[in-house]
């Protein structure tokens, strides 16, 4: 008996990225799409960062959790269109929120680019995932993973993750 | 005659010779939260040049490998820009006191991401679609760099007289490097003739414009351009790459066949 998308799906709906384990790499973006490919089902994904070390992990993680669940299916990486956090789920989102990690804003648009780069870090209100408030100030541009940013709230004196745009 | 594979190792080796360099950096941060923007600096940088170097072992096919393009080739091979391959000591930092002068990476990071920032976006409409896709990658991340590089240059110029006088000497050191990125190559010039690479010349007005910008806001003079133009992206480099190159191969070279 051959195994439907959706089965895949399903198999791999609550499969959560190594990293942040509060979030499904479908919250997050990272697992695209399944297939039927020439050779049988294809598991599409997109990587993250481009030097992400977790995105071996993830491949491992998919393959074992197909294979448990007795489904065949190869995994396909693909770099374009480029993964986005515009691509997080709105309860990935809020995930993130509660454990503490403010999630990301939109992207600013591609041909603001160079703009942006320019534009004061003050500019970005970034509110804190612990009491709310605005009032934050960034400490750093990379935080424990290249996909955050390390704030510091201004009101409740805590320090926290900020997920940035991608 | 170049072909295709050569300007995209141009890519992948400025890539991963800065990633080799910034990470040097790694457990020596002059603070804790730029030890690790440092090493996430790096992770991208190496994460886009194994991209670019699939690519090229997927072109060039038969036994080609992203390992043995990064490992198994030598100095003369290398096309980066000799820009990226210099040691972190700037000439205020002397050997004696100091190796890794801050001043020193983040001009280096802040005149490579200006350029990277206009170059990736650029080739997102390179003809070579597996190329325009790392661009688009590229460029996300690079946009961080080159903020993180600008708001520490402007931070460390318009600082200290300390740290002032040492920027301003690595920006004096380093500024003439960048002759390389407008004088042609051989590779350039046939990726741009068939449609995968770009024009540098049309950059650099942005380029200037986002130098002189961040310059004026550092407080810190931009020098004269002049003298000897370096040609790493040639294959002609410092005496320097071959030691960060040996410290980089070593451990695969000892270990040919290793798997880990």
């Not at chain 1, 989102?93 to 509660?98: D, N, S």
């Not at chain 2, 002059?30 to 996430?40: G, K, V």
């Not at chain 2, 946009?143 to 402007?154: A, F, I, N, T």
Request: with cysteine.
């Amino acid at each position: 008996m051959t195994t439907s998308i959706e089965e895949t799906w399903a198999a791999l709906a609550d499969l959560a990225d190594p990293e942040i384990p509060v979030i499904s790499l479908r919250d997050l973006g990272i697992l695209r799409d399944v297939r039927a490919g020439a050779e049988g089902l294809e598991v599409v994904i997109t990587p993250t960062y481009s030097g992400c070390p977790a995105m071996s992990q993830i491949e491992d993680d998919i393959r074992s959790t197909l294979k448990n669940k007795g489904i065949s299916a190869r995994v396909v990486t693909q770099l374009a269109p480029a993964w986005t956090t515009d691509w997080m789920t709105e309860s990935g989102k809020e995930k993130l929120r509660a454990y503490g990690i403010a999630p990301p804003h939109q992207t600013p648009a591609a041909h603001n680019v160079v703009r942006f780069i320019s534009r004061p870090a003050k500019a970005e209100a970034v509110p804190c995932p612990h009491c709310g408030s605005s009032n934050t100030v960034v400490s750093s541009q990379f935080g424990s993973t290249a996909c955050k940013a390390l704030y510091k709230c201004q009101d409740c004196q805590e320090p926290f993750d900020y997920f940035k745009p991608y | 005659m170049s072909t295709a594979t050569d300007y995209l190792l141009h890519l992948a080796d400025n890539a991963l010779v800065l990633g080799q360099r910034n990470a040097e950096w790694c457990g020596h941060g002059p603070i804790l939260e730029e030890d690790i923007a440092l090493s996430n600096v790096s992770l991208d940088l190496i994460g886009q040049a194994r991209l670019l170097y699939q690519l090229v072992a997927s072109l060039q096919g038969g036994d080609a490998t992203e390992d043995k393009l990064a490992y198994f080739r030598d100095t003369g091979e290398f096309r980066n820009y000799t820009l990226l391959e210099l040691p972190h000591s700037g000439p205020l930092s002397g050997y004696a006191h100091a190796s890794l002068d801050y001043g020193t990476t983040i001009v280096r990071n802040f005149l490579y991401s200006a350029l990277m920032a206009l170059l990736w976006e650029a080739l997102e409409k390179s003809a070579n679609a597996d190329l325009a896709a790392i661009a688009s990658k590229s460029l996300k991340e690079v946009r961080y760099h080159l903020r993180h590089s600008r708001d520490w240059l402007v931070r460390l110029g318009d600082g200290t007289d300390e740290s002032h006088a040492r920027t301003q000497a690595a920006l004096d050191h380093l500024m003439p490097y960048t002759q390389e990125f407008w004088t042609g190559s051989p590779a350039e010039a046939a990726a741009f003739a068939a449609g995968i690479g770009v024009d540098l010349q049309t950059l650099k007005a942005d380029w200037d414009g986002i130098v002189d910008g961040a310059l004026t806001e550092a407080t810190l003079k931009r020098p004269l351009l002049e003298g000897y133009v370096s040609e790493g992206k040639k294959g002609l480099h410092s005496e320097h790459l071959g030691f960060l190159l040996a410290e980089m191969q070593s451990l695969a070279r000892a270990h040919p066949n290793g798997n880990w």
